[in-house]
Structures are given as structure tokens and as C-alpha cells.
């Protein structure tokens, strides 16, 4: 770490509880619609766009599945989650953007949700002072695993990605750090660290106190 000047984070079950309330969400939907989603099913889109989500549970599903009217009662019902700031931050999470600011470390966010909700959580949870860049959805083409967003992030942050790492969660986001050639941390939420996983990250944590113990042991 003596040689990191930046770390990026997703946001999606890395700073919020945000898979589980997705998962939930999504369950009640399939279940309305007279489908059932698992678990499994819903940790293979984590980190995904939108357009790959589809894809998949299109693919899974079979083509009857009504996935864009699915997709606007998920997306209202989530909205009024949003709004009503119930989705919580992970635990640690505020203590290790604080250090990392204090420690004088560039700090970007690169999810793959789109810009306003984006503002919404990081403004409802009153950290968007701790980021010098943010990559949303709207701001690339390719969804993970790509690296493009990660790549990005790196060069919105002026950062060789050499002296960046990126915290992950989703088996899609690891993936993507591993082709962008930058050092990733996994964090487990929904996921726990599989040897998939295990061969594309530098190191996993079980949650964020341990990642910043981490740090600041080295």
C-alpha cells in the first residue's frame, strides 16, 4: 500500500446494504409476475448493467418473461426506498472513507447504477464530500466485466492504475478490476469469496473494519 495514491469503491454492496434490498425487491416482483428468483441466480447480474441484467434473467427465464414491465415496478418501488434513505450503509464503511480521506489517498466512486441515484444515496448518506471523481452507468458503454469503468475512474482520478485499487464485491466486479490491471480487494456481501474469485483479487475481507485494520496495519 506504501505505493496506492487512489481507491476506488462500487457502491452496490461495498458502501450500501443495497444487493440485499435488491434481491428483495426483485423476489417480490418475480413472485408477483408467478416466477421465483434465487439467491444464485440474483448474485450472477450483481455489478451488471442493466442491459446484461435483462439478458440474463431473459435467458434464464425464457423470452415470455415481461422484463421491461418487471424493471419499472422495480425500479418504483426501489425509488421509494431511495427516497426514503432506507437503504444502510455497510458496516465500516463511513470510518474507512474517513480514514482513507484523512491518510490523503484520492478516493473515486465507479458504480453502475445510473447518476441520480447515485446522488441520492451518497447525498442522503452525507459522503458525497469524500469522493474526487464519481463513474456512473451514464458515463460508459460497456458494463462490467468490462474494465471500462474501473480504467475510467483511474484516468478521471489523473492515477496511474498501477498505484490504484478497487474494492468489489460482485464476481463481475473482480473480473473487471483483474482485466483493468488495477489490484482489487473483495469484500463479501451476498457473495462469499469462491476460488474464482480468490485467483482474480489480491486479497478478501470478510467486511470493511477488516479492510481498513488492513491498511492500517501496513
Known amino acids: 500500500m506504501k505505493n496506492i495514491e ?3 469503491f462500487d457502491m452496490d454492496g461495498v458502501i450500501f446494504d443495497t444487493e440485499r434490498v435488491y434481491l428483495d425487491i426483485w423476489s417480490k ?4 409476475y408467478g416466477y421465483e428468483i434465487t439467491q444464485e441466480i440474483y448474485i450472477s447480474v450483481m455489478g451488471r448493467g442493466r442491459k446484461k441484467v435483462k439478458e440474463i434473467f431473459v435467458k434464464e427465464f425464457g423470452e415470455d418473461l415481461p422484463i421491461e414491465e418487471m424493471y419499472i415496478e422495480k425500479d418504483k418501488i426501489l425509488e421509494e426506498v431511495i427516497n426514503n434513505n432506507e437503504v444502510p450503509m455497510k458496516l465500516g464503511a463511513y470510518d474507512l472513507l ?8 484520492k478516493i473515486a466512486l465507479a458504480t453502475s447504477a445510473k447518476m441520480d441515484r447515485v446522488k441520492k444515496q451518497i447525498e442522503g448518506a452525507k459522503i458525497e464530500s469524500f469522493f474526487d ?4 452507468g451514464d458515463d460508459i458503454v460497456n458494463s462490467k466485466p468490462d474494465p471500462e469503468i474501473f480504467i475510467t475512474a483511474a484516468n478521471n482520478l489523473c492515477v496511474d492504475r498501477k498505484r490504484c485499487v478497487v474494492i468489489e464485491d460482485s464476481p463481475a466486479g473482480i473480473e473487471a478490476v483483474y482485466r483493468a490491471n488495477i489490484i482489487g480487494f473483495h469484500v463479501e456481501d451476498l457473495k462469499e469469496a469462491d476460488n474464482n474469485i480468490k485467483e482474480h483479487c489480491y486479497r478478501s475481507f470478510k467486511n470493511l473494519v477488516e479492510l ?4 492500517m496495519q501496513d
Request: glycine share 0%; hydrophobic share 50%.
Open 6 to 8: 487512489a481507491i476506488i
Open 29 to 32: 416482483v418475480f413472485k408477483k
Open 98 to 105: 474517513q480514514y482513507l480521506k484523512e491518510n490523503q489517498y
Open 133 to 136: 471523481v464519481i463513474v456512473s
Open 212 to 215: 481498513k485494520r488492513f491498511l
